[in-house]
């Protein structure tokens, strides 16, 4: 039989960070950027005989808030509406959806997310999605949490989670002759990393949490 041994090594990185925040009067919007910058940040490569090697990575969010009333759902308190577009850039790429880095040059990420408050600020409805670009991953999510008193409040809420299409396979690289099926792409070792967040579509959930604070 034949059978090779896969070890997960981590080396040092030195990253960088930018963050700013603007406030524009006239739409009432909060504008947020957060950065950072990670020299030869080590990764696998498919194409590598060893399936390592290095990169600078960029990676960003940019970030849109703001307080809204919309009358017809709520006349006497404000939503908060936030979204949010997340980016990791791999400068140095190399390779495609099967091989060599296995992860496109950029992974986007979109999420959106409302919440406003009922019955004195008592009752707080929220919701959420988020869409990955890369993995054409999809999650939506809500919760309802009451507040009982100053210390006690219940929460009820889930999150459904859909995968995209075939997103665990890659190429074997140096070692494709040696694939027994004569497959070329195999869905083990590098699965969760070409999955993205649909790598926990079999976890959706519903949950009620009770919360003491004191």
Partial sequence: ???????VDFQQAHTTGLSA???DEWSGIVFRLESSFTSDEYMNNTRKADWTDE???VRYAIGLDRQTIIPMLNATRTFFLSAQLFDTWILDHDGNETEGMFVGEHNYLVTALANTKFFRDTFTPQAFAVWEEESNSKVFGFSLEYLLNNNMSVTGGGHVIWAGGDDNRFDVGPFTSFTLDGNFAQPTVFGFARDGVGAFSKNDELYVRVRYQF
């Avoid at 039989?1 to 070890?7: D, E, L, M, Q, T």
């Fill in 21 to 23: 925040d603007y406030f």
């Fill in 55 to 57: 990169s600078d990575v």
């Fill in 1 to 7: 039989a034949f059978g090779n041994a896969v070890s």
